[in-house]
């Protein structure tokens, strides 16, 4: 369908879709076989500017639209989850200094970032506090013109990869959610580990470690906002990146859908292909249109964010719960289409599935995205 994207947007999807079929697509089993991370094709990324776009023009950025982000994302996904969440993880960690960075931080850290010098992560969830953020136990001290953290984060995408982390701290742990910081850490501060790789069941290209404080110190300066700002933080951080989880889930459903409609096409029983039986037909047709919905809805949102609309938090997750229930759906029919063929890692689709599954799950849960709705509606 066409959703009247201009130049600049098509521009863009079309180097995410060259990039992704080109060089993403040959390596994507290798990837995932092996859990590799993807530096080469992050570099790859960064040489076509696609760093870019989340920045602003003030910090050698594109200054695009969340919308044009997601068509990136999309696009990516479409080939390799993986490999898309490592990309977008990036937007996740900058977008809290872009909103709450003061001006010498944002000429720190986003020259950088916008080049693919470097990468970046946020750290937000901890053994304890995954829903429930104000739980959080990792803690920032004050002393003089410098924090001393300590404490560990769990299942941080990028987690010793990036070289910048937006990490969320209590720096008041009397105070709950409202002691809660956003402080920037760099990679090789003394003290700053990284735990092991996790061994996960989608998304394996993509790199997620536990992060370690021990007796870390980092300058005043690191602080984003102000203290007790961090639950804001990442409260409003989310609201804007949960679109682009929505165009990853998307893009797996649309690869997904792609890959089964082909073979539909292709495989013949009892004479002829099997799409041409109503039980595959109708089937695919179901998921064709729900993949639309699923892309018109994130689409909308994500414009709706770029008119700088305040009340954005209950369609950002709906985006996110409607687009990833999507995916999941889609991947788990779609690999029925091939039947036996499909639950083998010859072919794609048993990728695709696992893939989506955690969709669902990271920033934020589907079941906490359905508190959020709930509540906005009781407003």
């Not at 470097?118 to 410098?146: P, Q, W, Y």
């Not at 990869?161 to 008041?172: F, N, R």
């Not at 990146?241 to 082909?262: F, H, K, N, W």
Request: proline share 3%; aromatic share 8%.
């Amino acid at each position: 369908m066409d959703y009247f994207l201009s130049e600049e947007e098509l521009m863009v999807r079309d180097t995410a879709r060259d990039i992704s079929q080109k060089i993403v697509l040959p390596v994507r089993a290798e990837l995932d076989e092996k859990g590799k991370f993807p530096h080469e094709i992050m570099k790859e990324l960064a040489r076509a500017d696609l760093f870019r776009i989340f920045v602003p023009p003030e910090y050698e950025g594109l200054g695009l639209t969340n919308l044009v982000l997601c068509i990136a994302i999309e696009e990516i996904a479409k080939v390799c989850a993986g490999v898309a969440t490592t990309y977008a993880a990036n937007a996740l960690a900058l977008t809290p200094i872009i909103l709450y960075g003061n001006d010498e931080q944002k000429k720190r850290y986003l020259p950088a970032i916008a080049s693919g010098e470097k990468l970046c992560a946020f750290a937000l969830t901890e053994a304890d506090a995954g829903s429930d953020v104000g739980n959080v136990k990792a803690k920032a001290i004050r002393d003089g013109d410098f924090y001393i953290i300590n404490g560990t984060k769990q299942w941080i995408t990028n987690g010793g990869e990036a070289d910048i982390y937006v990490v969320i701290l209590s720096t008041q742990p009397d105070k709950g959610a409202r002691g809660l910081s956003a402080i920037i850490v760099e990679k090789g501060t003394p003290g700053f580990s990284f735990g092991k790789e996790e061994n996960k069941l989608g998304i394996r290209a993509s790199v997620t470690r536990e992060l370690i404080f021990q007796d870390v110190k980092v300058p005043k300066e690191n602080l984003l906002a102000r203290e007790g700002a961090g639950f804001l933080i990442a409260m409003k951080t989310f609201d804007r990146t949960r679109p682009g989880v929505g165009a990853q889930s998307v893009g797996i459903a649309q690869g997904a859908l792609d890959e089964a409609v082909e073979y539909a096409k292709t495989r013949k029983q009892f004479g002829k292909p099997i799409i041409c039986f109503e039980g595959i037909g109708f089937s695919l047709a179901e998921l064709a249109t729900k993949v639309e919905a699923a892309r018109a809805l994130v689409y909308q949102v994500a414009r709706y964010i770029d008119t700088g609309a305040k009340n954005i938090s209950m369609y950002s997750s709906m985006a996110k719960l409607f687009a990833s229930d999507v995916a999941m759906e889609v991947t788990t029919r779609a690999l029925q289409v091939f039947g036996g063929y499909g639950y083998m890692k010859e072919y794609p689709m048993e990728k695709y599935m696992r893939d989506a599954k955690i969709t669902q799950i990271y920033e934020g849960t589907n079941e906490i995205q359905k508190l959020v709705i709930a509540n906005a509606l009781q407003r």
